[in-house]
């Protein structure tokens, strides 16, 4: 793992030390938006945006996830980058489920960044919005990029399909904080932290968050009411990595999903939407965390278990879009 400083690229994990072993998560670089106009200098075109992303990452995932969901497969194509991520970052290759990249041929990603803005200086990172036309990132924050995936492109995609409904927004920003803090960066802190304190601060605060959640969905079907919203699907993202992965390889296993009776259930309904299965890949999930980080797990031996079925029937009921 590295990044890139002034446009050279550097193998570099992140610095701990001067945050007393806390793990803290910088900000993205790529802020541009796409809209259905195009003011912004990016208009919504089928054919013209491309996805690069890695089927291990949570955070990616939610991009394929609303890809899938608004009906884009065909308007946004998608490159994948293999689950390995060593020495020289995330690169491109035909292993399984992996492509080499079909846009800018770059055997690795920060070769993209550098296409982008050749002395760039930052971390690369999938998800990472690109734009053929104008050759270079629009974005590379998967929150903004959901957003757009959600509204920009309705003239190509499934306008009747809204995962940010004006009637709840305030609602979904909030739950959407409580959760990246907590949830979604909660099991990193805990995985990252390099100081016991540090570890039991971040483990003690994502139980304590998964407890309140555990409670909001014993009360209500989805995070911001009746309806499932962005909020569920960026909440998804890691509960379906938390048994195969956080529990054992970020030490958050003071419970397991499948001991919270809603939020294993929730998991397993959202599971079965509408292929959204086809978006989750455990091989490349674990492959990735279980290689990738030899300061966790050296040896890089990737665990057989545990088996976790989330085709198992639920008693939520079926979800409507
Ligand atoms: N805030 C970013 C975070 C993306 C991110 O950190 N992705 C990870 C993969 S799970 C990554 O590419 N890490 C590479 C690195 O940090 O060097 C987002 O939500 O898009």
């Not at 955070?59 to 394929?64: D, G, M, S, V």
């Not at 971040?202 to 919203?229: C, I, Y």
Request: aromatic share 12%.
């Amino acid at each position: 793992m590295g990044l890139l400083v002034d446009g050279v690229w550097h193998e570099d994990w992140y610095d701990t030390e001067s945050t007393g072993g806390r793990f803290e998560r910088p900000d993205t670089r790529f802020r541009d938006w796409v809209t259905p106009d195009g003011r912004s200098g990016y208009p919504a075109e089928p054919g013209r945006y491309h996805l690069y992303v890695s089927l291990a990452c949570p955070w990616a995932h939610r991009t394929l996830i609303l890809r899938h969901l608004k009906g884009l497969e065909s308007v946004i194509d998608v490159s994948v980058v293999d689950p390995f991520m060593g020495e020289g970052g995330w690169h491109f290759s035909d292993n399984p489920g992996a492509t080499p990249d079909r846009v800018n041929g770059c055997e690795y990603l920060h070769q993209v960044y550098l296409k982008a803005k050749p002395d760039y200086t930052g971390r690369v990172t999938v998800p990472t919005l690109w734009d053929k036309v104008r050759g270079t990132i629009v974005n590379n924050e998967s929150a903004e990029i959901i957003r757009m995936l959600n509204s920009a492109f309705d003239d190509h995609g499934r306008a009747d399909r809204d995962f940010y409904p004006e009637a709840v927004r305030d609602d979904i920003d909030r739950i959407n904080a409580f959760v990246y803090d907590r949830v979604n960066n909660g099991v990193y802190k805990a995985g990252f932290a390099t100081r016991q304190e540090a570890y039991e601060e971040a483990v003690t605060n994502l139980f304590e968050a998964l407890d309140q959640l555990e409670e909001r969905l014993s009360r209500q079907p989805f995070l911001a009411g009746d309806r499932v919203t962005e909020a569920d699907w960026r909440l998804f993202t890691t509960l379906v990595r938390f048994d195969p992965v956080y529990v054992s390889h970020f030490k958050c296993n003071v419970r397991r999903l499948a001991d919270y009776p809603n939020l294993w259930a929730y998991t397993c309904q959202l599971y079965q939407v509408e292929n959204v299965a086809g978006t989750v890949d455990l091989d490349h999930i674990k492959r990735h965390y279980f290689t990738s980080h030899p300061m966790i797990n050296p040896t890089r031996i990737i665990p057989l278990g545990p088996t976790v079925d989330y085709n198992a029937p639920h008693d939520r009921g079926p979800v409507t879009l």
